[in-house]
């Protein structure tokens, strides 16, 4: 993988239908995202809006090669899946592609219905293997919050 600097990565983290690709569109207020930065809250992203669920462990990796190749990146928002299966492990994810990097997981911890939870002491044992990941779960259990939530955890975490 070619070498960066530093970068924090923002890992918009739930299962399937739990709102990740809904709040980085609203995010970025854009129904698509190409090969290009794009722009929030006065700070550049590379976006990743599939997760590894989506796409599995191997096409995410691609799909991370493909968005980062010709960018200076600083910041990379992205969905993600904590998957635990041995084809799409999300550990190794972060490990091949943000070892060097901050990593901040933000579990939404609320399904968008409410009726879900997700279980955040859980990921957070789960990826205490991780030196370079901090948690910053939503928690807001309405959905108008959420993302207001959000842009309070990038703001203050975001490199210029």
Known sequence: F????IATIFLITGFQN???????????????FRNTLHETMGHQFCVIPPSNDDLGEDRYIEK??????????????SAFCPTREENNNSRRIIEK????????????EY???????????EIAQYYAFHQNLKIQPLTQRDSDKKLEQLKKIISDSVSN
């Open 2 to 5: 070619p070498s960066h600097d």
């Open 18 to 32: 739990w709102g990740k690709t809904w709040l980085i569109k609203a995010l970025f207020d854009k129904q698509q």
């Open 64 to 77: 991370y090669e493909e968005r980062t190749k010709n960018l200076t990146v600083k910041n990379i928002i």
């Open 97 to 108: 592609l943000y070892s060097e990097d901050d990593v901040i997981l933000i579990p939404i």
């Open 111 to 121: 399904k968008w219905c409410g009726h879900a939870k997700l279980q955040i002491e």
